[in-house]
């Protein structure tokens, strides 16, 4: 008799897992101490939470009993209508990681391979390996700009697709106009990531009417403070987004989260209020890192700031703010080794950083 293991498509008998961030409790039983006194910096999560609107409305709601409408047409209506673009134009998903999977699941066959301008978010690597794919990791440059020749240079008859986030998780800056009008310009399916959209007010919506290979996007997970409740969104072609549709689970976005997504946009103002709060603490956060010694800070678009440590002093210094139940990411490999990068956070939280970091890095 074959084993259980035997019989798994053999591709994913030993996929490395996505690490995600641990739960509160975890990081306080590593700390040693409760966790209501973790400072939690490492999901670039929103300090604030959603808006209050939000908690209301998922209270008084009665219809949770009902499924959610598989055609998402209240859904796509308000987004409709909060980005100016044709409601046909839209998926959501349960995350945008669900839409990352729908899309190499829609392009992507075995042995076919995506682009990645690393370091980059790990779930399009993770995914592509998921559906049998390969992922080809060209190095941006030494500031973490896209190297477009590099990334020309590697396109075969078997890429698919090239994905990069703009602002770039973990690295925080931009694509340019020109670059990605230049990597469009190959043809392949192009996804730009705007996770942290908000944060910076720089969107390539505007290229979508001249490119059928253009896909952006989206979530509510950052600017307005619903990680937990998993919604994001695809802006694409009309054509790929009505395939799209037809592929994707039916109830794949929960009525919980189309709740806290309608109650959210109703209450914009107020969660724009915080997206600027948090963007004015990372100019003075950038400002309190650069005064540190030894360590440099890389200017960020995003909620978080990645922060390049002592050389071989990386995880050291990253187990010292652990043990103080400070909890900021950590790589620990190339080209990221003894780098980190800290979600910007409450002003109190963001000081104990500063403090913690003053005295592990030391004068």
Same mark, same amino acid.
Not at 47 to 63: D, E, I, K, M, N
Not at 155 to 164: E, G, L, M, Q, Y
């Given at each position: 008799?074959?084993?259980?293991?035997?019989?798994?498509?053999?591709?994913?008998?030993?996929?490395?897992?996505?690490? $995600?961030? &641990?739960?509160?409790?975890?990081?306080?039983? =590593?700390?040693?101490?409760? %966790?209501? #006194?973790? /400072?939690? !910096?490492?999901?670039?999560?929103?300090?604030?939470?959603?808006?209050?609107?939000?908690?209301?409305?998922?209270?008084?709601?009665?219809?949770?009993?009902?499924?959610?409408?598989?055609?998402?047409?209240?859904?796509?209506?308000?987004?409709?209508?909060?980005?100016?673009?044709?409601?046909?134009?839209?998926?959501?998903?349960? $995350?945008? &990681?669900?839409?990352?999977?729908?899309?190499? =699941?829609?392009?992507?066959? %075995?042995? #076919?391979? /995506?682009? !990645?301008?690393?370091?980059?978010?790990?779930?399009?690597?993770?995914?592509?390996?998921?559906?049998?794919?390969?992922?080809?990791?060209?190095?941006?440059?030494?500031?973490?700009?896209?190297?477009?020749?590099?990334?020309?240079?590697?396109?075969?008859?078997?890429?698919?697709?090239?994905?990069?986030?703009?602002?770039?998780?973990?690295?925080?800056?931009?694509?340019?106009?020109?670059?990605?009008?230049?990597?469009?310009?190959?043809?392949? /399916?192009?996804?730009?990531?705007?996770?942290?959209?908000?944060?910076?007010?720089?969107?390539?919506?505007?290229?979508?009417?001249?490119?059928?290979?253009?896909?952006?996007?989206?979530?509510?997970?950052?600017?307005?403070?619903?990680?937990?409740?998993?919604?994001?969104?695809?802006?694409?072609?009309?054509?790929?987004?009505?395939?799209?549709?037809?592929?994707?689970?039916?109830?794949?976005?929960?009525?919980?989260?189309?709740?806290?997504?309608?109650?959210?946009?109703?209450?914009?103002?107020?969660?724009?209020?915080?997206?600027?709060?948090?963007?004015?603490?990372?100019?003075?956060?950038?400002?309190?890192?650069?005064?540190?010694?030894?360590?440099?800070?890389?200017?960020?678009?995003?909620?978080?700031?990645?922060?390049?440590?002592?050389?071989?002093?990386?995880?050291?210094?990253?187990?010292?703010?652990?043990?103080?139940?400070?909890?900021?990411?950590?790589?620990?490999?190339?080209?990221?080794?003894?780098?980190?990068?800290?979600?910007?956070?409450?002003?109190?939280?963001?000081?104990?950083?500063?403090?913690?970091?003053?005295?592990?890095?030391?004068?």
């Amino acid at each position: 008799m074959p084993s259980i293991r035997d019989l798994m498509v053999p591709h994913l008998r030993s996929l490395d897992t996505y690490q $995600g961030v &641990d739960p509160m409790e975890v990081m306080a039983e =590593r700390a040693g101490i409760p %966790p209501s #006194d973790i /400072i939690r !910096l490492n999901g670039n999560e929103n300090p604030y939470g959603p808006s209050p609107q939000v908690t209301r409305a998922l209270g008084s709601f009665q219809h949770y009993n009902h499924y959610p409408d598989p055609g998402q047409r209240t859904l796509r209506g308000i987004l409709s209508d909060y980005l100016q673009i044709p409601a046909d134009l839209i998926v959501c998903g349960n $995350g945008s &990681d669900e839409l990352i999977d729908l899309i190499l =699941r829609l392009f992507l066959s %075995p042995g #076919d391979n /995506i682009i !990645l301008p690393t370091p980059t978010f790990g779930m399009y690597a993770f995914t592509a390996e998921v559906c049998g794919g390969h992922a080809i990791s060209i190095p941006r440059t030494s500031e973490f700009e896209i190297d477009e020749q590099a990334v020309l240079a590697s396109i075969d008859s078997r890429t698919k697709a090239i994905f990069f986030a703009s602002p770039n998780n973990p690295t925080g800056n931009t694509a340019s106009d020109k670059q990605i009008r230049t990597l469009l310009d190959t043809g392949v /399916i192009v996804v730009v990531d705007e996770t942290y959209y908000e944060f910076c007010g720089k969107s390539s919506l505007n290229l979508l009417s001249e490119y059928e290979n253009l896909i952006i996007l989206r979530t509510f997970s950052k600017w307005a403070g619903l990680a937990g409740l998993r919604i994001g969104l695809g802006v694409m072609s009309e054509n790929l987004a009505g395939t799209m549709m037809s592929m994707k689970p039916p109830y794949n976005v929960n009525l919980a989260a189309e709740v806290a997504l309608t109650a959210s946009l109703e209450d914009r103002e107020t969660l724009m209020t915080r997206v600027d709060a948090i963007v004015h603490e990372r100019g003075r956060l950038m400002s309190k890192l650069y005064g540190i010694p030894h360590i440099k800070p890389y200017p960020s678009e995003a909620n978080f700031i990645l922060i390049q440590l002592p050389t071989g002093r990386g995880k050291a210094i990253f187990e010292g703010l652990c043990s103080r139940g400070i909890f900021l990411r950590y790589f620990g490999r190339e080209p990221l080794t003894d780098f980190v990068r800290m979600s910007v956070g409450l002003p109190s939280e963001n000081d104990s950083v500063i403090d913690a970091l003053t005295q592990l890095v030391g004068g």
